[in-house]
């Protein structure tokens, strides 16, 4: 009776989990089906759910008529220099909002959190006029800079709330060895943070290789658009090209497949770690 009673629970959980998994998965898998379609095939009616003769000749398409290529190492170079410039920004403003006890901390690391509540497009227009003042529209250094303004806050957040979760005797361990600040935060600190860190800058990158409004308004060049920018213009007035923007969906998703399944196991200990401690 038991046993009975412990099968139909496995079977109720894997049925839930496979349907689950359907409903997730099943955008990407339409993506890619659809990608494989010969040209006729794709606005043909009644319609067709599986290509008849799969064929890579929109992949081949997508890059030897279009810029994808150019979109794809502008954005590369975005998702980078954004990781660099506001990883290291949180990093040392969580060390110091963690270890370091000021007038205002609270307030201040409150304010952070408060400043994610209002949409990025509100900062659009004065980041132009910053950006144009610079003179960096069409370059990448605007992109990063505005990706890193809005990603900042949370990062910072998010991995002073990791920090704390550190023992403080740790560090006065390691002070009473010999080290200095520099060694208890080098060998001690960010070792320990790793996770946290990972989970941070796993954020940055979902944000920075989505973003889209920024990137619209920064970049009128085509040389100088990134991947979601680059998609949209395969949809035009009168037509849209699901040839090329389902090929070019499917290669945008590599590096985020490829970068979760690199960062996996460290992103599950930072979400659960030290994610939920102010």
Sequence with gaps: MLKNKLRKASFMIVLFVVLWLTFILFPYLWMFNTSLKPQDELYSS?????PSKPTFSAYRLLIQTTPFSRYFVNSLLVVGGTILLSG?????????????????????????LVSQMFPAVLLVLSLFFIVKSLGLINTPFALILSHSTFALPFTTWLMTGFLNSIPRELDEAATIDGANRWQVFRYVLLPLSAPGIVA???????????????????????AARTLPVGLHSFMGEYIIRWDLLTAGGVLTCLPVVFFFTLVQRHLVQGLTAGAVKG
Aim: net charge positive; charged share 15%.
């Design 200 to 222: 941070s800058l796993t954020y940055v990158f979902i944000f920075s290789w989505n973003e889209f409004i920024y990137a619209l308004t920064f970049t009128s060049d085509t």
């Design 46 to 50: 009644p319609i067709r759910y599986f």
């Design 88 to 112: 290291s920004a949180a990093i040392a403003a969580a060390y110091a909002f963690s270890r370091f006890d000021f007038l205002g901390r609270r307030k201040l690391l409150s304010f952070f």
